[in-house]
């Protein structure tokens, strides 16, 4: 499969080139488009509770295959409804059909988002956050606007979110107990404190995503302190945290 796809992809880069038109070989969906290059930034440092993500090739849309059109049709739909500035989620796509990126220090390719997370068919579709471990869930329905989004919003439910009441930060229903305790312990301290340790334990757990290592019991804990850091994070008041840094 994979010498096809480079096949698949030295063809489609030549037709582009040849015919000039370089511009219909980009996707043109609405969604944020990610590369290797710039999924730490979007997808690992943002501070949505999901990110979803449609992993495609152009020659799987330009094939004729229904779910690869339809898929297209819808995922432009979702982003369109969730939109950029959404406070829970983020829709974004891969170009599974694109060269992997180059690291202009190291002079090695970087690999891509596709191959660290084992892509094998497209469309794939996948939300991402930590609190469902190393490498997200799949999504496995029809490619339509109403189960792609009952889906998400079916995982945004599973998620424990963390608000500001009255007393203090509050642990939503879902939250276990072992959340809720770390939520009260890191909710005492300072924005600088939760700031450090959220990029300690991302720095640990990313780097498990990226050589593919399986969710264990041990990254999955991981992944909910990060969640709640997140929140956290994301919570604390602006003028405080400035003040602090």
Same mark, same amino acid.
């Given at each position: 499969?994979?010498?096809? #796809?480079? @096949?698949?992809?030295?063809?489609?880069? +030549?037709? *582009?080139?040849?015919? !000039?038109?370089?511009?219909?070989?980009?996707?043109?969906?609405?969604?944020?488009?990610?590369?290797?290059?710039?999924?730490?930034?979007?997808?690992?440092?943002?501070?949505?509770?999901?990110?979803?993500?449609?992993?495609?090739?152009?020659?799987?849309?330009?094939?004729?295959?229904?779910?690869?059109?339809?898929?297209?049709?819808?995922?432009?739909?979702?982003?369109?409804?969730?939109?950029?500035?959404?406070?829970?989620?983020?829709?974004?796509?891969?170009?599974?059909?694109?060269?992997?990126?180059? #690291?202009? @220090?190291?002079?090695?390719?970087?690999? +891509?988002? *596709?191959?660290?997370? !084992?892509?094998?068919?497209?469309?794939?579709?996948?939300?991402?956050?930590?609190?469902?471990?190393?490498?997200?869930?799949?999504?496995?329905?029809?490619?339509?606007?109403?189960?792609?989004?009952?889906?998400?919003?079916?995982?945004?439910?599973?998620?424990?979110?963390?608000?500001?009441?009255?007393?203090?930060?509050?642990?939503?229903?879902?939250?276990?107990?072992?959340?809720?305790?770390?939520?009260?312990?890191?909710?005492?301290?300072?924005?600088?404190?939760?700031?450090?340790?959220?990029?300690?334990?991302?720095?640990?757990?990313?780097?498990?995503?990226?050589?593919?290592?399986?969710?264990?019991?041990?990254?999955?804990?991981?992944?909910?302190?990060?969640?709640?850091?997140?929140?956290?994070?994301?919570?604390?008041?602006?003028?405080?945290?400035?003040?602090?840094?």
């Amino acid at each position: 499969r994979e010498v096809m #796809d480079l @096949v698949m992809r030295a063809a489609l880069l +030549s037709w *582009c080139w040849l015919s !000039g038109v370089m511009a219909g070989c980009e996707h043109t969906n609405v969604s944020l488009h990610l590369t290797e290059l710039n999924w730490v930034e979007e997808v690992e440092n943002n501070d949505k509770l999901i990110t979803y993500v449609e992993f495609s090739a152009p020659w799987c849309r330009w094939s004729g295959t229904h779910s690869c059109d339809d898929m297209a049709a819808a995922w432009e739909e979702l982003a369109n409804k969730y939109g950029p500035t959404h406070e829970d989620v983020l829709i974004g796509e891969v170009d599974c059909g694109r060269w992997p990126g180059y #690291d202009n @220090v190291t002079k090695i390719g970087i690999p +891509s988002m *596709c191959s660290i997370h !084992g892509i094998k068919e497209y469309p794939t579709v996948r939300a991402f956050s930590p609190f469902f471990g190393l490498h997200g869930m799949n999504y496995s329905g029809e490619s339509e606007p109403e189960p792609l989004n009952a889906f998400l919003e079916k995982q945004l439910t599973k998620i424990c979110k963390v608000t500001q009441g009255d007393q203090g930060y509050v642990a939503s229903a879902v939250c276990s107990t072992q959340d809720a305790n770390y939520m009260h312990q890191w909710g005492q301290k300072s924005p600088v404190q939760v700031e450090t340790e959220l990029k300690r334990l991302k720095t640990v757990f990313f780097k498990a995503v990226n050589e593919q290592i399986e969710t264990t019991k041990h990254f999955e804990w991981m992944g909910h302190r990060i969640n709640i850091l997140k929140q956290l994070n994301r919570l604390a008041p602006p003028q405080e945290a400035k003040d602090e840094l």
